[in-house]
């Protein structure tokens, strides 16, 4: 087992959990994600068929088996909408808590990576597409998780969740087109913890 006292929020965790996982290809499952265990497997058979970097879970994917309200759908459109077009990531949902990486994508990219929040998911992948890890895909999901008491336009926090996600998007694409931060010119202002040693 191990772990850390302090809540430091997503970003760390997930960085955390994966730096100090084993083996060639590595995820991570959000916590409350009920996914159906022949769906693990299917991501895994992706990876293999598409000689993948990356797996992504979806629940846009035309297999995925997900219930979402109306509203969910309309943010989740419009937000792929624009991670497309800020990062040329072509992919349809960035957001489900199910991820499969070869291990040389986080060699690669967790020791750059600064969100601790709420756009963690689109900071991993854009700054993994921007070093040539292109081959990113989708697989479906299926899962019970009840997305439909989860941040709808009427929820408590509501408001804040969204605009910390676009704020938390364009630092992203600030420091990924602008700064040029993410680049390895800039490796001494990074700010990488010392557990991402990947020994």
């Given at each position: 087992?191990?772990?850390?006292?302090?809540?430091?929020?997503?970003?760390?965790?997930?960085?955390?959990?994966?730096?100090?996982?084993?083996?060639?290809?590595?995820?991570?499952?959000?916590?409350?994600?009920?996914?159906?265990?022949?769906?693990?497997?299917?991501?895994?058979?992706?990876?293999?068929?598409?000689?993948?970097?990356?797996?992504?879970?979806?629940?846009?994917?035309?297999?995925?088996?997900?219930?979402?309200?109306?509203q969910r759908r309309v943010l989740?459109?419009?937000y792929q909408v624009l991670v497309?077009?800020?990062?040329?990531?072509?992919?349809?949902?960035?957001?489900?808590?199910?991820?499969?990486?070869?291990?040389?994508?986080?060699?690669?990219?967790?020791?750059?990576?600064?969100?601790?929040?709420?756009?963690?998911?689109?900071?991993?992948?854009?700054v993994a597409n921007y070093l040539?890890?292109?081959?990113?895909?989708?697989?479906?999901?299926?899962?019970?998780?009840?997305?439909?008491?989860?941040?709808?336009?009427?929820?408590?926090?509501?408001?804040?969740?969204?605009?910390?996600?676009?704020?938390?998007?364009?630092?992203?694409?600030?420091?990924?087109?602008?700064?040029?931060?993410?680049?390895?010119?800039?490796?001494?202002?990074?700010?990488?913890?010392?557990?991402?040693?990947?020994?």
């Amino acid at each position: 087992m191990i772990g850390y006292k302090a809540n430091m929020g997503k970003g760390h965790a997930v960085r955390f959990g994966m730096a100090k996982a084993k083996g060639e290809i590595v995820a991570f499952m959000d916590v409350g994600l009920d996914i159906n265990p022949n769906a693990l497997s299917m991501l895994l058979e992706h990876f293999e068929w598409y000689n993948a970097d990356i797996i992504v879970g979806s629940k846009r994917h035309p297999a995925s088996k997900v219930e979402y309200p109306w509203q969910r759908r309309v943010l989740s459109f419009g937000y792929q909408v624009l991670v497309r077009v800020l990062f040329g990531l072509r992919v349809r949902d960035t957001q489900v808590g199910i991820k499969f990486f070869r291990r040389e994508v986080l060699e690669k990219t967790l020791p750059r990576l600064l969100v601790k929040e709420f756009a963690f998911d689109v900071e991993m992948l854009s700054v993994a597409n921007y070093l040539g890890f292109t081959r990113i895909f989708e697989a479906p999901v299926e899962t019970k998780t009840d997305f439909k008491v989860a941040s709808t336009i009427i929820s408590k926090g509501f408001i804040k969740t969204v605009w910390g996600v676009f704020i938390d998007t364009m630092a992203v694409f600030y420091r990924l087109r602008i700064l040029h931060y993410y680049d390895s010119k800039n490796r001494k202002n990074w700010i990488t913890p010392k557990y991402l040693t990947f020994k």
